[in-house]
């Protein structure tokens, strides 16, 4: 009973949305999701015609052309990979609204500070464990 009556009265940092907010933040996550999928559909056609032209090109390719062919389409790898990751991320984060761990550092649990979730709502770290993460990654 007292676990259901923190929930209801919003106890803990996690919790103290009301359903609205929730439902504002979801919208834009999913606003978020929708145009980094679109893009990435649109990048991935336009990615796949680049590269039937490639093939129909290659036979009379000099060294020049191929150098920037191959420039082109790690740039068009990049963009995929970039768009790819913004859209796992929102989706992610509106997982993470659903458990209710939306806005907590998924790093050391402490609240991201609410003008960062402004900028980046996705986001699922504050600004040091992000740094942390990537300074990891290499
Ligand atoms: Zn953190």
Redesign the pocket.
């Known amino acids: 009973m007292l676990v259901n009556g923190a929930v209801i009265t919003g106890k803990g940092a996690a919790k103290s949305r009301t359903a609205e907010e929730v439902e504002q933040i979801r919208a834009i996550l999913r606003g978020r999701f929708d145009d980094a999928n679109s893009e990435y559909e649109e990048a991935l056609a336009e990615n796949h015609k680049l590269r039937l032209v490639e093939i129909g090109d290659a036979a009379g390719d000099d060294q020049a052309d191929s150098g920037s062919k191959t420039a082109e389409r790690d740039a068009a790898t990049s963009l995929l990979r970039t768009l790819l990751d913004r859209r796992t991320q929102a989706e992610h984060a509106m997982q993470r609204l659903d458990d209710g761990t939306y806005g907590n ?1 998924e ?2 649990h ?1 609240p991201i500070p609410v003008e960062r979730l402004e900028v980046f709502p996705s986001a699922t ?2 600004v ?2 992000k740094q942390v993460r990537e300074r990891r990654a290499g």
């Open positions: 550092c790093g050391c402490n770290t504050c040091n464990c």
